[in-house]
């Protein structure tokens, strides 16, 4: 099989400030419950993860309840507990594959939601005690009338390809063998396209050219939005960035390294390309 498809969008999540007509019934809310940054771990007979239910959140104690909005027709609850009891409690990376889109998104939400609050709970300007406004999941200082939103990390992600070949390469943290695409994070005053440039060439050393913007992944480890790209090759050889690159090759597209699983950005780039040349996904 040649051919690949994106992923669909995730749709139907209405933020808090959108969510204003339905009223949906409270007792009925889905309740993704975060502890330090890790979510609690529930799952059906097939190993699905599943988020819990009112009365399983609230047996938290300590407990500090955030709305995120309305999926459907319920209402969507995060909480964060100080007390973690008994329960198990898993870092998402861990199980990465035992989540839907829709969860993935979600728990992405929610951790990120619970780490915000817990983590500006003071004003960086007076340091006066912020106050949450549960319209639009923003702190706030009364004293300063400044308002706090959560924190979000624009970063582009990039498969260069020459032909039948793709430029491919692997950080000092990945598993052995393992090669990815080029990624790096969005600094200030730059355009998309302008870190994507900057990027390739600090991290590998080569232009490119042909920018072909192709999807996106909330990757919330701990709070990007990847921006994926195809790129062509324009010149240069490769020269690594050695503080962040351990290595980085040109591979054929039929005798490719390891590469990410099926659940991440980096990977629909890769098969993205494949289909793109004819070759099998
Ligand atoms: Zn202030």
């Keep these: 099989m040649s051919s690949f498809e994106w992923p669909a969008p995730v749709t139907g999540f209405i933020?808090?400030?959108?969510?204003?007509?339905?009223?949906?019934?409270?007792?009925?809310?889905?309740?993704f419950v975060c502890h330090k940054g890790r979510i609690l771990k529930q799952?059906?007979?097939?190993?699905?993860?599943?988020?819990?239910?009112v009365s399983t959140a609230e047996s938290f104690e300590h407990a500090q309840r955030h709305v995120m909005g309305e999926i459907g027709n319920s209402l969507c609850l995060a909480f964060e507990t100080s007390d973690p009891g008994d329960a198990e409690f898993v870092d998402m990376r861990a199980m990465l594959d035992s989540f839907d889109r829709t969860h993935f998104n979600l728990v992405g939400r929610?951790?990120?939601?619970c780490d915000w609050f817990r983590t500006h709970r003071f004003c960086g300007k007076c340091g006066q005690q912020t106050v949450e406004d549960p319209r639009d999941s923003s702190l706030s200082c009364e004293t300063c009338r400044l308002n706090f939103y959560p924190r979000l990390s624009p970063s582009i992600i990039v498969l260069i390809h020459r032909d039948d070949e793709v430029l491919l390469a692997r950080n000092h943290l990945f598993p052995e063998g393992l090669y990815s695409t080029l990624a790096g994070f969005v600094e200030p005053g730059e355009s998309i396209e302008e870190t994507l440039h900057r990027e390739v060439r600090e991290e590998v050393g080569v232009n490119v050219h042909n920018l072909d913007y192709r999807g996106s992944q909330p990757w919330p480890f701990p709070n990007s939005l990847m921006l994926g790209f195809h790129a062509e090759y324009e010149s240069g050889d490769i020269v690594l960035q050695p503080d962040e690159i351990a290595d980085a090759q040109w591979f054929s597209?039929?005798?490719?390294?390891?590469?990410?699983?099926?659940?991440?950005?980096?990977?629909?780039?890769?098969?993205d390309y494949l289909a793109q040349r004819g070759r099998p996904v």
Excluded: H, M, T, Y
């Design 15 to 31: 933020s808090a400030r959108g969510a204003n007509s339905s009223n949906p019934d409270p007792a009925e809310a889905i309740c």
């Design 43 to 53: 799952v059906d007979s097939d190993g699905r993860w599943q988020p819990a239910d």
């Design 110 to 113: 929610a951790l990120q939601l």
């Design 253 to 271: 597209i039929d005798a490719l390294p390891k590469i990410p699983a099926r659940f991440a950005i980096s990977r629909w780039l890769i098969d």
